[in-house]
């Protein structure tokens, strides 16, 4: 950030403070990874730096790195991607420009007024770690959501249907499932949990959806919010 920021012209001790922050999310946040999976992960910038920079100055930075392998830049994709190994761990790198001018150490994902003014490709960014936070912060019990999401991971995998590529549910989506279980039954350890996760699921009235919280309006009018009572 601080060299990007010296060819834009900011002077040299405002650049120093400009700063970005790293963000990690899905599994790896929620703390039910496995070995082997990749480590999904958010660089937050400053208004200045844009996501060309990111994807063509940390490119060429970490292509020189001898602990990086593996590195590939997806700039076009939905949500633009930079994916790379470090040290044999694989990571998927994300970016998202702020309209801040100074990243602060303290920054809260989940304060809605980072929203304002921010491209689609950074709100589509910001939303893993999102609803990661969001996730953590509505479950009743961390240890209890954590040990029943690993073992109804573990069934997915071992029964083929842990993929959203293939059509199944994907990670995220189990971990909603999950989390809404232990709202449900917030003093139930995760054995009950795990019982009752496929007696709740396999009674559910679907098409109703799997919510966590009440859905609320869009804090900004140019932002799009999920509700399917207005687009079914």
Known sequence: ARQVSIQKGLPEGIAAETGAKIFTFGSYRLGVHVSGADIDTLCVGPRHIDRSDFFSGLYEILSKHKDVTELTTVPDAYVPVMQLKFSNISIDLLYARLSLSIIPDDLDLLNENILKNLDDKSILSLNGCRVTDQILKLVPSIPNFRTTLRAIKFWAKRRGVYSNIL?????????????????????????????????????????????????????????????PKLHP
């Open 167 to 227: 059509g199944f549910l994907g990670g995220i989506s189990w971990a909603l499932l999950a989390a809404r279980l232990c709202q449900l039954y917030p003093k139930a350890l995760p054995s009950t949990l795990l019982l009752r996760f496929f007696l709740v699921y396999t009674q559910w009235p679907w098409p109703k959806p799997v919510t966590l919280n009440q859905i609320q309006d869009a804090v900004h009018p140019t932002h799009k919010v999920w509700n």
